[in-house]
Every structure is written in C-alpha cells, then in structure tokens.
C-alpha cells in the first residue's frame, strides 16, 4: 500500500527534522497501528524524526544502523548500503558504470559492516534490541536519496519477522518509489518530488547530527 501527501517538482521546506517528525506522526496515526508498534530510526538524522514520531504515537523507539557504501574516491556517493547482519544491498548499475571493482566492494562492506556494529552498540549502552518479532514496525529515516540504506535496514527487520513492516519518511525522489513497494507492506512519503536533488534541500535546518544526541534520544522518555 502507497501513501503519498502530496506528489511534484516544487521544494517543500520542512523546517526542521522534529517538524518534519511530527507530519509524519499525524499521517501515521490514522493508519490504526496496535499499540505495541515499534518505530526504528535509522542514525543518524532518521533518529530525530522517528523520536517525534514515537512520542506522538507513544511507541517504543529503537534504532536500526545501515551503513552507505560509498564509491571510491566519493564516499557520500552511495553504491550500497550494509547493516551489521544480512546481506549488502549493492547498486549494480551504478558499480558497472564506476567500474568499482570487487576487492573495493568486499573491504568497503567488511569496514561499514563493523561501524554499523559499534554503533549500535554505543547508541544502546547495554540495553538489547526491542523484539520485533510479530510486531508492526515503522522505519523512518529522515529522506531518501538512492534507497540502499533503508533498502539494507528494511531486509535485516523482515528478517526478524515483524507482522507488518512500514517505511515512512518526509521524503523521497519519485524515481525510488517502484523499488520500495516490493521491499514494504506500506511507503507513508510527505513528498515525491521528480526533481529530487539532495535531502538537506527540502529542510530550511539541517544540521549534522551527533553520535550523543541519538543516545539521547534513545534513552529520553
């Protein structure tokens, strides 16, 4: 199932991540989760939204780290993305067309494969991982730009066999869209803008987000 606020080419500023958190609450809670239903955040600005979210469905929180691959010679160039377990989701296209070969693509997994595991670990401190098992589960993150991220992040909790598996984001390029509804039972996307560009466009703040403020945010109530 598709949700869509609104589709198109105009920039739509959010005016902050806990702003464009608090949307996507509203549109969420007409959607009639249970009331054990768990929001993951993908660090680090996925996390700012998905506390606002959590605390306008009185959810519990928990974060979910999958890491970009990112190209040689451009790491903000994603070719992929890893979590800590299950496999890589790899962009071949794109691979094919870099030339990036193989040895690149096995080192940078193995890197981001254990970044992926220290953070978690440090965002948690010592508590475990929320059980998803038989859950319905939200994963957000802050915007979409080639996919791979919540692509990686969303096969490691259907791995974990949740009831239903949602991905919701403030926004994502409309291109994207036909790759994630075979990945979730439901998208809930503020905007789909054609003309995409980067995701700090479409917010009037989008400051770099710390390692201890998504600690914070995991353990505030």
Not at 28 to 34: I, M, Q
């Amino acid at each position: 199932m598709l949700d869509l606020s609104r589709m198109g080419n105009h920039d739509s500023l959010f005016q902050d991540r806990k702003e464009a958190g608090f949307l996507l609450a509203e549109k969420l809670k007409d959607l009639g989760f249970a009331r054990d239903v768990l929001i993951l955040g993908i660090p680090r600005g996925g996390v700012v939204v998905a506390k606002a979210v959590a605390d306008i469905l009185g959810a519990d929180l928990d974060v979910i780290c999958a890491r970009k691959l990112g190209a040689p010679g451009n790491p903000e160039l994603a070719i992929g993305a890893v979590g800590q377990e299950g496999k890589a989701v790899l962009d071949r296209e794109l691979i094919g067309d870099l030339g990036v070969p193989g040895s690149y693509i096995k080192k940078e997994i193995e890197k981001q494969r254990k970044e992926a595991k220290r953070r978690e670990i440090f965002f948690r401190k010592k508590r475990k991982p929320l059980e998803v098992l038989g859950r319905e589960v939200i994963l957000v993150d802050d915007g979409i730009a080639t996919g791979s991220t919540v692509l990686a992040a969303g096969k490691i909790i259907k791995a974990k066999n949740p009831k239903k598996l949602v991905l919701a984001v403030p926004v994502a390029p409309l291109r994207t869209i036909g790759d994630l509804e075979g990945n979730f039972d439901q998208l809930v996307i503020l905007e789909t803008p054609a003309d995409f560009g980067a995701v700090g466009r479409f917010y009037q703040s989008f400051p770099q987000v710390e390692d201890g403020e998504v600690k914070k945010l995991l353990t505030k109530k």
